[in-house]
């Protein structure tokens, strides 16, 4: 399996980004595709994860209501889509998978693989 991550960049505080995570290699069975992000200084985050089966997705308290996570199983990809971005949400982002049959698992040594990372700056 194989994961890339794309779509970071730098913009200004309210403003938008929307990254992605493009999957190959799954073989048979059910992923869950979560987000996380690491700041300078600061240990992995994880922000958000849906799953395979049923796409219900799950959020931390300091993105829910301003990130949203879709994906598109047809292509393979899961979006992450970044409102209202502040700078504490400045960080490397990361997607990751894990196999499992319903839902999304809460920490970042249970999933399996890592994408490369894609680094969002928000800055005035």
């Known amino acids: 399996v194989q994961l890339q991550a794309y779509g970071g960049g730098l913009v200004q505080p309210g403003e938008s980004l929307r990254l992605s995570c493009a999957a190959t290699?799954?073989?048979?069975?059910?992923?869950?595709i979560g987000w996380f992000r690491q700041a300078p200084g600061k240990e992995r985050e994880k922000i958000s994860c849906i799953s395979s089966r049923d796409g219900s997705a799950v959020y931390a308290d300091s993105v829910s209501g301003r990130f949203t996570i879709s994906r598109d199983n047809a292509k393979n990809t899961v979006y992450l889509q970044l409102n209202s971005l502040n700078p504490e949400d400045t960080a490397v982002y990361y997607c990751?998978?894990?196999?499992?049959?319903?839902?999304?698992?809460?920490?970042?040594?249970?999933?399996?693989?890592w994408g490369q990372g894609t680094l969002v700056t928000v800055s005035s």
């Open positions: 290699g799954f073989t048979k069975g059910y992923y869950a």
């Open positions: 990751a998978a894990t196999m499992v049959v319903s839902g999304c698992r809460a920490f970042s040594y249970e999933y399996d693989y």
